[in-house]
């Protein structure tokens, strides 16, 4: 090791010579020694000598020395010697754990160190452990990989001068941007680095940001124990709320194995798709125009706390500043709730929510399939086929947007349903308030069509209805029930029942 690094670094063997090249090493005088570099650190073999080092050391007392007038104190001279390396950083777990009182007895919980401590660190902290205690020092390892360049080549180094500056990228692009890139590589392989890819975990942060910060504006005026509705049966809500407690399940599971990367997967693509891409963007209708108080709007607003509270707690371990900021700004944060993010406990599933979620009870192959007079399945088997709805109606949507509809409310949903097909008709029927939102169109209707195609029971349209249906000057959706109200005759029926109650009529 000295030879390869050409440099004498290591701990001190601490030995002293007599006159005669014997050698005095025994406990009693490493313990004196030991005594020494507790309070002095350990540089200070190289500044004191060898009287200073033994002055509370009495030879004649040494019972592991045979001859104590062998080694007078004044004769003495250090030894340069140095233990091997590895030997002096597997006996780590005693100073570091156990003499220090971290622990009151190995294993210790975790050793974190590069793939190159397999026979290293790992190998001679086991061997000694073994050999002094009888038992591994540690109770899991976790190994990392290197930081290479983008190609995945070449290993940074400051010998290669292909280092990126830590403090620099902290100080344009912020410490949470690079434990969010940090995190999402599979860290047990090389780990890839550019400027390129520090970019896109910029892009990645912002988009989870964006999200809490959607969440906590739509719950300005929501405060739990005075308003929390519970979800209904056939919401959005309810399904958000089985998206949320399985997020929990699978995160913990991550964290639980050291798997960050994929507990930073999971909560980025729940940001992204789950909360952004379809939830939060179905519940803006009934959170800028339901009535203030409404139960539906609170239902849903009850629904968007919780995944708030959830994911400012599993975000934490990975981008602290950014869970601490939104914790300390978080609407009615509740009482018993400490006052920082990073002493609150991680979220508990609830199991009845993941029950449901986990429930798939298929009545259908697929949706072209429904038959007899009954539909039995559970929440999450009903919803797999609502969103199948939802992309097939978003399919026809983009290519009516292509034809120029530019605005999804100016669209109007047909769900058209083969006669006799009974159950796929009440699916309509319940959900069809939900599938107007999760598509974000104007209107949506059912219909029975008799000319689907054999085999299919159940298909749905997108039409443009800016020459069917005047426009609701407060939602903007066009509908046919606009103008319906005397009072306001330039509203859809929801939105004058809900003016008219604002202005107290």
Not at 125 to 144: D, E, F, I, Q, R
Not at 222 to 227: I, L, M, V
């Amino acid at each position: 090791w000295c030879i390869s690094r050409q440099k004498a670094w290591g701990l001190p063997i601490p030995v002293f010579y007599n006159r005669a090249g014997d050698y005095l090493l025994t406990p009693t005088s490493v313990r004196a020694v030991a005594a020494v570099v507790a309070r002095e650190g350990s540089d200070a073999w190289f500044r004191l000598s060898p009287q200073q080092f033994l002055a509370g050391y009495n030879p004649a007392a040494d019972p592991g020395l045979k001859d104590p007038r062998a080694f007078p104190l004044a004769d003495l001279t250090k030894g340069s010697d140095i233990f091997d390396v590895w030997l002096e950083s597997g006996s780590s777990w005693f100073a570091a754990a156990i003499a220090r009182q971290l622990v009151s007895d190995i294993p210790v919980d975790l050793y974190l160190e590069g793939s190159d401590q397999h026979r290293g660190w790992f190998q001679l902290s086991l061997l000694l452990a073994l050999g002094v205690a009888g038992k591994a020092p540690y109770k899991t390892l976790l190994t990392h990989g290197y930081i290479v360049d983008e190609e995945g080549r070449t290993k940074m180094s400051k010998s290669l001068a292909n280092v990126m500056n830590i403090v620099d990228q902290m100080n344009t692009r912020g410490a949470d941007i690079l434990r969010l890139w940090l995190a999402w590589q599979n860290y047990p392989e090389d780990i890839r680095c550019s400027e390129k890819l520090l970019a896109q975990a910029e892009d990645s942060y912002r988009k989870i940001r964006n999200t809490l910060r959607f969440c906590m504006g739509a719950c300005a005026d929501f405060d739990p124990p005075r308003h929390a509705v519970q979800a209904a049966e056939h919401s959005v809500d309810l399904w958000m709320k089985m998206q949320t407690h399985e997020l929990i399940r699978d995160v913990r599971a991550a964290y639980d194995r050291y798997e960050f990367h994929k507990a930073t997967r999971l909560m980025h693509e729940f940001c992204t798709v789950q909360a952004s891409s379809i939830y939060l963007s179905a519940v803006k209708d009934r959170l800028y125009c339901e009535a203030p108080h409404s139960p539906r709007r609170r239902a849903t607003q009850t629904v968007i706390y919780e995944t708030l509270l959830t994911l400012v707690k599993l975000l934490a371990p990975i981008i602290p500043h950014t869970a601490e900021e939104a914790w300390e700004h978080l609407p009615h944060r509740p009482v018993a709730e400490p006052h920082s993010v990073h002493l609150a406990r991680l979220p508990e599933v609830h199991t009845e929510m993941l029950r449901l979620a986990e429930e798939l009870r298929p009545v259908a192959v697929d949706l072209a399939s429904f038959s007899g007079d009954s539909l039995q399945a559970g929440p999450a088997w009903i919803w797999e086929r609502l969103l199948d709805l939802r992309r097939a109606g978003l399919v026809k949507l983009e290519a009516l947007r292509n034809s120029g509809v530019k605005n999804p409310l100016d669209a109007e949903a047909v769900f058209k349903v083969a006669p006799g097909q009974d159950a796929a008709s009440r699916l309509i029927e319940t959900y069809l308030s939900e599938l107007e939102d999760l598509l974000g169109v104007g209107y949506a209707r059912m219909e029975r069509d008799a000319a689907l195609p054999e085999g299919e029971s159940l298909a749905v349209e997108v039409l443009d209805s800016r020459d069917r249906y005047r426009r609701c000057a407060r939602c903007w959706k066009r509908r046919p029930d606009v103008g319906s109200d005397r009072q306001y005759p330039d509203l859809s029926a929801r939105d004058a029942a809900v003016v008219r109650q604002l202005r107290g009529s």
